[in-house]
């Protein structure tokens, strides 16, 4: 049995507290309580976990209780699967991430393990999400050429191949070779693709 003193709660939605308390419950965790993150009386150690969501952090209240607690082992469960929040979310604190669409039921009670025993917990869509920032950061660092990155910048600024290629003073092949050659790195089925993949990563 998994020994915890607390899981406080601060979540703006009524149905998220319930889902979670239900899941819980099923899990049979009867060790752990569940009181109200809010709630001034109730002191969170280290040994403790928070759970918030996206609500949660934007809330008036939210700086002054993170404060409060610096120690508490937080998790995010979020509706926002994008790499870049989810990044920011583990750079800020957060030892774990629970993406809402890969179902809470499913993954909550690993997560609160995970996280308890001193790891990261992802959920799969998260984890998924920070490999692929990650491949596209190491491709655009390492393996472009400022040419390759050239083109890339233009494409991105919507220009066409021709004007991309008189710019540049190029033949439109070869800027076709290097789209292409793009396309291939980033695993993109068309320029659109590849532009769309880059700015959904804030790359």
Not at 41 to 70: H, K, Y
Not at 117 to 122: E, H, K, P, T
Not at 131 to 141: A, D, K, Q
Request: hydrophobic share 40%.
């Amino acid at each position: 049995m998994l020994s915890l003193n607390k899981i406080g709660l601060l979540t703006a939605s009524d149905l998220l507290t319930i889902a979670i308390k239900s899941t819980l419950r099923n899990f049979h965790l009867v060790e752990i309580k569940l009181p109200v993150a809010h709630d001034r009386g109730v002191r969170f150690t280290a040994n403790d976990v928070l759970l918030l969501d996206d609500f949660a952090l934007q809330a008036s209240t939210m700086p002054s209780f993170i404060e409060c607690n610096p120690d508490s082992k937080r998790v995010l469960l979020s509706h926002d699967p994008s790499p870049p929040f989810i990044q920011k979310t583990l750079t800020d604190g957060f030892q774990g991430y629970l993406y809402l669409g890969d179902t809470l039921a499913d993954r909550l009670q690993q997560g609160i393990y995970d996280v308890m025993d001193g790891g990261r917990y992802l959920s799969p869509t998260a984890s998924s999400a920070l490999e692929r920032l990650e491949y596209f950061s190491e491709v655009t660092r390492w393996q472009l050429t400022p040419y390759q990155q050239e083109v890339l910048k233009l494409m991105r600024d919507h220009w066409s191949t021709g004007q991309i290629a008189a710019h540049l003073n190029r033949k439109p092949n070869a800027i076709y070779q290097v789209q292409r050659l793009l396309r291939e790195l980033f695993d993109a089925p068309t320029n659109s693709h590849l532009i769309h993949d880059l700015n959904e990563l804030g790359l």
